[in-house]
């Protein structure tokens, strides 16, 4: 009569119990296991099998702090460019000023982040033309978001116009007194605005086709993480 296992413990024809063996147990050692298990039969630890985040929550903020003031400039910007404001264009341009001071610090922050804490890549299935305009767009934005407000204090400083921050402080100029010069850095000043409202449609424009085309979770990864 055949041996008979059951609970642990072997039985033979007699009814005698015998202690298994190591030998006795033949298990096939290529079964599968999920992720988690295989991390902890190595010794590791399941917490680090989570995915960390494409964006920290330091990084999502400074993007969307960033973002309200940039979308915030190009209209007043383009207002005060054109003597829209009426009664309140003094206003305006303390106001604009005051942004562009802001934005000098903050982008710094931004830019000294990202290069100390990186992204995830973005998704494999992106083309990788569609990877490079998106890394390229970035990158330019930060460029121009790094001289233009440094453009904007070097024409005021040379107009002799004071920049008095939301009224707590005024900036010093950093230029000396040249009209003319501060007319030509104001045009310069212009032409930039108008290519970071570009780039911005662009950015904008393709977060938007991630989201609702390609439905890939670009978008969703600088809102949620």
Request: glycine content about 8%.
């Amino acid at each position: 009569m055949a041996d008979a296992t059951c609970a642990g413990r072997k039985v033979d024809h007699l009814g005698s119990p015998m202690t298994i063996e190591a030998a006795d147990i033949n298990l096939p050692m290529n079964l599968p296991m999920n992720r988690p298990m295989a991390r902890y039969a190595a010794g590791g630890s399941t917490i680090n099998a989570v995915a960390s985040p494409a964006y920290t929550i330091t990084a999502r903020v400074l993007h969307w702090v960033m973002a309200i003031l940039i979308l915030s400039m190009i209209p007043l910007g383009l207002i005060i460019a054109n003597d829209w404001g009426g009664s309140l264009q003094d206003f305006l341009y303390d106001l604009h000023r005051s942004i562009g001071a802001l934005i000098i610090p903050l982008i710094l922050l931004r830019l000294i982040y990202r290069w100390t804490n990186p992204p995830s890549p973005l998704p494999n299935d992106i083309p990788a033309i569609q990877q490079f305009a998106a890394h390229a767009t970035h990158w330019c934005l930060y460029a121009l978001l790094l001289v233009q407000p440094i453009v904007g204090w070097i024409a005021t400083s040379a107009y002799r116009a004071p920049i008095n921050v939301f009224g707590w402080f005024e900036l010093p100029p950093i230029w000396p007194e040249n009209r003319v010069l501060s007319a030509q850095m104001f045009s310069i000043h212009g032409l930039i605005g108008t290519l970071i409202a570009g780039l911005v449609a662009v950015h904008i424009g393709g977060a938007l086709f991630h989201h609702l085309v390609r439905k890939d979770g670009v978008l969703m990864r600088m809102i949620t993480g």
